[in-house]
């Protein structure tokens, strides 16, 4: 009971005291919540791989893994990335085969692509080093306003906004904003007003304060915890009980939906399985696959597209159905486990324990590796 009295009183000390009669305009309401915030973060900000040691190369590659990725999700894959490409020169040499195999599991895959061309322009023009200049971060592949604010702020201590998404629905919560948060006019406007009202001696901390107020308080699913906000007293849509119907996001295009036909292709030593390379350009570009095929397709027109004689094949079991979404896509998958003799030439004959090793399967096909 003592210990929830004084995390109350001290969670009303930060609150920020507003004369009703003249009401803050946007840029002082940002500044009046500059002191509460980093006070709340150094109290509550979570203890993180890449916040241990905050240097160029490692905000990068967790900034960049943390797209589309949630947190916990990411500190595995990044402590073995790291082990094994722990400076831009490491990853500028990595084969891509590899590369994908580390990056397995994060999808997303051109943003493993573009690391590595942004890696090798960092050593042939950077001497291996990122560099310490938001223009210049920008300048590199894969590296957008808000990684590139993100790496300057945290890494070098250069008073940069880094706005994404947790950052938008906190601002336009704090100023009551009913602007598209998905326009780029509105992010652009977004971040010219934080880098007026940002502190300048502690732009790392206060870009982070605020991505941790997003994920951890003013959440995107679900009620905001506004009883445990620094920012609570200052925060327009608290005050007039509208969190819920802000930020604005116009609804986006719906996803296309595809029938796929998956199959997994075993050979009767029970040791080997198909997999092919898709193309180098488009959806997967360049990853190891299982094969697989337009269409829900019913078992003879399966073996027909594979390219597989009746005379081949051993065994045919059906798979259970699987859905995998991308960002504008969707596939609605059937699978087939398909024991057979021999394997057309069209696909590679892999060991299945290389699977673990060498070749990187993308988690569209997730739902089917149990039975490689």
């Not at 500190?75 to 891509?96: I, N």
């Not at 506004?226 to 819920?244: K, V």
Request: hydrophobic share 40%; with cysteine; net charge neutral.
């Amino acid at each position: 009971m003592e210990g929830e009295v004084s995390l109350k009183n001290w969670y009303e000390e930060l609150q920020v005291l507003e004369d009703e009669s003249r009401p803050l305009s946007p840029k002082e309401r940002l500044r009046a919540g500059n002191a509460p915030l980093l006070a709340w973060f150094r109290r509550h900000a979570r203890v993180l791989p890449w916040r241990e040691r905050p240097e160029a190369y490692r905000v990068w590659i967790s900034e960049i893994m943390l797209q589309q990725t949630r947190v916990e999700a990411v500190k595995p894959y990044y402590e073995r990335f790291l082990a094994e490409c722990p400076d831009a020169r490491a990853l500028a040499e990595v084969p891509d085969d590899r590369l994908m195999k580390l990056w397995e599991g994060l999808g997303y895959y051109n943003r493993a692509r573009n690391l590595k061309k942004a890696a090798q322009i960092v050593c042939e023009r950077h001497g291996g080093e990122l560099p310490a200049s938001y223009e210049e971060l920008l300048a590199l592949p894969g590296i957008g306003s808000y990684t590139a604010g993100a790496i300057a702020s945290i890494a070098y201590g250069i008073a940069v906004p880094a706005v994404d998404g947790n950052v938008l629905r906190v601002i336009s919560r704090v100023l009551l904003s009913r602007e598209d948060v998905l326009k780029a006019s509105v992010k652009k406007s977004m971040e010219v007003l934080l880098s007026e009202t940002m502190p300048q001696d502690e732009p790392g901390n206060y870009n982070q304060a605020l991505m941790e107020i997003g994920a951890m308080v003013c959440i995107p699913n679900g009620a905001p915890k506004c009883e445990e906000c620094p920012l609570a007293s200052l925060c327009l849509a608290h005050r007039q009980h509208a969190e819920q119907q802000v930020p604005v996001k116009m609804p986006k295009k719906a996803r296309r939906k595809e029938l796929r036909t998956v199959l997994v292709l075993e050979g009767v030593d029970g040791i080997h399985v198909a997999l092919r390379k898709r193309a180098d350009s488009g959806l997967l570009a360049g990853l190891y696959e299982l094969p697989n095929f337009d269409g829900k397709l019913e078992r003879e027109e399966m073996l027909r597209e594979a390219g597989i004689s009746q005379t081949d094949v051993v065994s045919v079991q059906p798979l259970p159905e699987a859905k995998h979404i991308f960002s504008h896509v969707e596939w609605h998958m059937t699978g087939y486990f398909v024991k057979v003799q021999a394997v057309p030439e069209a696909y590679l004959w892999v060991e299945k324990q290389k699977l673990q090793t060498e070749y990187g399967l993308p988690s569209a096909f997730a739902a089917y590796r149990k039975w490689l």
